[in-house]
Nanobody, 122 residues
């Protein structure tokens, strides 16, 4: 019922830009925190960027100054704007959300999206 869906991945040349979206749907009261992770083939996932309910953000050193995480609360969507992309940015990008959902009562939910592939060519 409650899910996160990523979109916006694709193939881009080094130096280019992409905008990823992570949309939450279902009985969502709020997105408390959301992180973007990425995983290159054969490697461990790494945390790229986070945003919390206050709007405070954090970034991995490798993407600082190039990536920007933001949210649209009305749309229950979090974005990752990526610029000056490098080949080492290649990987599957996943969003992970800590949300408050509701049914009979409010509840905390952690969800992963299905991932979207970003490929940066030299």
């Amino acid at each position: 019922q409650v899910q996160l869906v990523e979109s916006g991945g694709g193939l881009v040349q080094a130096g280019g830009s992409l905008r990823l979206s992570c949309a939450a749907s279902g009985s969502i009261f709020s997105i408390n925190a959301l992180g973007w992770y990425r995983q290159a083939p054969g490697k461990q996932p790494e945390l790229v960027a986070t945003i919390i309910s206050s709007g405070s953000t954090n970034y991995a050193d490798s993407v600082k100054g190039r990536f920007n995480i933001s949210r649209d609360n009305a749309k229950n969507t979090v974005y990752l704007q990526m610029k000056s992309l490098k080949p080492e940015d290649t990987g599957v990008y996943y969003c992970n959300g800590d949300l408050t959902g509701y049914s009979d009562s409010l509840m905390y939910i952690e969800l992963w999206g299905q991932g979207t592939l970003v490929t940066v060519s030299p």
